[in-house]
């Protein structure tokens, strides 16, 4: 990395401290030398490496040739992202990207305390990462200078847009000097961020990297037929049936996702909901279960769950069929992310095919069509599961083994080892 002309030393310090030793296609498109300096629109899912990607495509506006930032009282670059969770992991990659820089940072997001926001803005920020609605209110209110910004970057765009925030995002666009660079990062390109794209940048370069050219290489999509009524069963044996350390099911509904986390939950499903009604604490909660592992399951609606992101989630499944071609990108880029593989099951009544084949059409994707797995096959990979558990392969403590001797010498080896499949398939 280090030898790399285009990327600001500091940088390339932090990524090769990082472990990086390839740049993703992304990351590399970006940098192009006849990039520099230019607009540009890119094609990129979550999961690509697109933090990382506007944060070097931005640097030499930023550091303008020097090796660190000296003071600015003014930022130098608003990042808009959809939501709270997406900012805050944004700032976070950022955070050491930039830390040998001497860059500093500060976040602007729905639900925390304005006056907090404050004194990061008041000490100087070279770089600010916020939600659209809360960087609007911190310029209105003029604790946020815009008017020296070099670059302004749109995160996921098409999901802000999709979430209602067009005129909080024309207010920051608005805000900032005319010279700026504006850099445009998209799961999807629909006419709204087509239009943005066209009023609020200056001849923009369109970036769709090989690897992005083939929707959601990495994910395995499913087109499950399931009898009316049936889909509750459905949904606990394709998690059932799954590998994956977390999964989440989308629902369109608050109403679907609370009948559905009290079905699951009833079975002795680890699960979290997330859906509009929650307050921040409660989302952050949900998330934190999911990723240290005392949740295994999500139910969600498609608005709650913008920007989310696991590192373990392996599976998605629409328990509601996605609206459009869009909807069901967004959904399923949950899973398949960073070269990791994942599985995206769509839940078709018969009655439904035809509109699913349309889907699919339009939204280039091959999917295989089946149906959801059997009680017996879940049976038969519970038992091999069970079998190859390398736990009958460890050795056993002192204790374990005194303990094993007296169930044997009490209930007999082939007893003791029916109760313990009971209790296995018992969950």
């Not at 540009?40 to 697109?50: C, F, I, N, P, Y």
């Not at 729905?110 to 939600?131: C, Y």
């Not at 990108?329 to 839940?347: E, I, M, P, Q, Y």
Request: overall charge neutral; aromatic content about 4%; proline content about 4%.
């Amino acid at each position: 990395m280090t030898d790399t002309p285009s990327i600001p030393s500091a940088l390339a310090e932090a990524l090769a401290q990082r472990g990086y030793e390839t740049l993703t296609p992304v990351q590399s498109s970006v940098i192009e030398a006849e990039l520099d300096g230019k607009d540009l629109l890119v094609s990129a899912q979550t999961g690509s490496g697109k933090t990382v990607a506007f944060g070097l495509a931005m640097a030499g506006d930023l550091l303008a040739g020097a090796d660190r930032f000296e003071k600015s009282d003014t930022p130098l670059a608003v990042i808009v992202a959809p939501t709270r969770e997406l900012a805050q992991q944004v700032a976070r990659e950022l955070e050491w990207l930039y830390a040998k820089s001497g860059a500093r940072m500060a976040t602007c997001v729905g639900g925390m305390d304005m006056r907090e926001e404050r004194r990061p803005l008041a000490r100087g920020a070279h770089i600010v990462v916020g939600t659209p609605g809360r960087l609007s209110d911190h310029i209105r209110r003029g604790s946020l200078d815009a008017s020296n910004v070099r670059v302004v970057v749109l995160d996921e765009a098409d999901e802000i847009l999709d979430m209602g925030s067009r005129e909080d995002l024309e207010h920051i666009l608005e805000g900032t000097p005319e010279t700026r660079r504006t850099l445009m990062f998209s799961a999807t390109v629909p006419k709204g961020i087509a239009a943005l794209a066209a009023r609020y940048q200056k001849d923009a370069m369109r970036i769709t990297t090989a690897a992005e050219q083939q929707q959601h290489v990495d994910i395995e999509y499913r087109a499950l037929l399931v009898a009316p009524g049936d889909e509750e069963n459905a949904i606990v044996n394709i998690v059932r049936h799954s590998d994956s350390e977390t999964a989440i099911v989308f629902c369109t509904t608050r109403a679907a996702v609370n009948k559905l986390i009290s079905r699951m939950g009833n079975r002795g499903f680890p699960v979290v909901a997330l859906s509009g009604e929650l307050s921040q604490k409660e989302r952050g909660n949900a998330l934190q279960a999911l990723r240290d592992g005392r949740a295994r399951v999500c139910i969600a609606t498609d608005v709650a769950a913008r920007g989310l992101d696991l590192q373990n989630l392996g599976l998605v499944i629409h328990a509601d069929l996605p609206r459009d071609p869009a909807t069901l990108l967004h959904r399923s880029g949950r899973t398949g992310r960073a070269g990791r593989k994942g599985v995206s099951a769509l839940l078709v009544a018969p009655r439904a095919r035809r509109r699913v084949e349309r889907l699919l059409r339009d939204a280039k994707i091959e999917a295989s069509w089946g149906k959801p797995p059997s009680a017996d096959e879940i049976n038969a990979l519970d038992d091999a599961r069970l079998m190859a558990d390398p736990i009958f392969t460890e050795d056993a403590s002192a204790n374990e083994a005194e303990l094993a001797r007296t169930l044997i010498d009490t209930y007999g080896a082939e007893q003791v080892a029916a109760a313990f499949v009971r209790r296995h398939r018992a969950g």
